[in-house]
């Protein structure tokens, strides 16, 4: 090649470089720390995760912190040594992140959260939530109670499966489901504990509160499907008959929950929608491109009846 010719060659390698975006330059490194893998809904979040990591050629180092607070900041804390671009997470709990977002900040590192929002009073300490909004699922399935009530007489009483202590969907589902309720002085719930949204423990929550009350309930209403279905056996187990004599309320819609209305055994699953994959990594492109990204962005989410489950079932991604 002649001198002239390899300085041509030079010149064009250069001018297609920088028409080229900072983030298609280099691979993006992005930090993922998982809540766990609790449940059917977690298990196709974190697929959704890595899928679209995959696709989208981004290094995705991801961290299953099974459950545990400490383990996410342990995570966290990796994630600023090893320098990654962004570092995005599903806070387990609501409160206690302030100290290793600060440090992220420090370390110039923008941070994500996906499904679940933090409580904090310094709010740069992250760049954006994206997931859902759940103290409107907790308004759904009251509204759905409330119509439901108008055929029911007497008393109602409910029992509650609460998520995980401390998370923002325990918290948010709860307040949002009572919001509405209140419309309605018949409707009580009688007992209210959590499941921590895995199926054992939806199970065993469920049967102590059928040998408390026995035939006193007439609803249950579960933060997640895990629990639901767990609570389900128990029922079962007890000699009931799940919607017949107790009327099943749960959260997530996830394929198990449409097994479950399609066989009769739940009346109403409210849609929480796991496959966050695409959306964060579109957001993550963003901030590597220096562009501007919402503070908020929501998923969009249904309500899916047992007369509905058998049409809709092919549909469901998860
Ligand atoms: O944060 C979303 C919740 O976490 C889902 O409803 C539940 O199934 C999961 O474990």
């Given amino acids: 090649m002649t ?26 490194v992005v930090g993922f720390a998982q809540v766990g893998a609790e449940s059917e809904w977690r298990t196709a979040n974190t697929n959704s995760i890595k899928e679209t990591a995959a696709k989208e050629g981004i290094e995705l180092k991801f961290a299953d912190a099974q459950q545990k607070q400490e383990n996410q900041i342990k995570a966290i804390r990796s994630f600023i040594a090893q320098k990654v671009d962004v570092i995005a997470f599903a806070p387990v709990v609501n409160t206690g992140w302030d100290t290793v977002l600060k440090e992220a900040k420090a370390a110039k590192i923008p941070v994500i959260l996906t499904d679940r929002s933090v409580e904090t009073k310094d709010e740069s300490l992250y760049l954006s939530f994206l997931g859902s909004d759940f103290m409107e699922e907790g308004r759904k399935a009251g509204r759905w109670l409330l119509e439901k009530a108008k055929t029911m007489k007497g008393e109602i009483n409910v029992v ?159």
């Avoid at 030079?10 to 900072?22: G, K, R, Y």
């Avoid at 209210?192 to 199970?203: E, H, M, N, P, V």
């Avoid at 609570?231 to 009327?247: H, L, R, S, Y």
Wanted: aromatic share 6%; proline share 4%.
């Fill in 3 to 28: 001198h002239r010719r390899s300085i041509l060659l030079s010149a064009m390698v250069l001018a297609v470089m920088s028409a080229t975006p900072a983030w298609a330059q280099k691979k993006i």
């Fill in 160 to 318: 509650e499966l609460q998520g995980t202590v401390g998370s923002a969907p325990a918290i948010e589902r709860k307040k949002g489901f009572e919001e509405i309720i209140k419309a309605n002085p018949n409707i009580k719930i009688i007992r209210s504990q959590t499941g921590d949204f895995t199926r054992a423990k939806g199970k065993e929550v469920m049967e102590a509160f059928l040998k408390a009350e026995g035939k006193k309930i007439n609803v249950l209403y579960a933060h997640n499907d895990d629990m639901a279905i767990g609570a389900i056996q128990a029922i079962e187990e007890a000699g009931m008959k799940p919607v017949k004599d107790i009327t099943i309320i749960s959260v997530d819609a996830v394929k198990g929950a449409f097994e479950a209305m399609m066989a009769g055994k739940m009346d109403v699953s409210v849609e929480c929608n796991p496959l966050l994959g695409p959306q964060l990594f579109a957001a993550v492109k963003d901030v590597v491109a220096g562009k501007t990204i919402p503070r908020r962005i929501v998923t969009q989410e249904g309500v899916y009846t047992m007369d509905m489950a058998a049409k809709e079932f092919p549909n469901r991604k998860y």
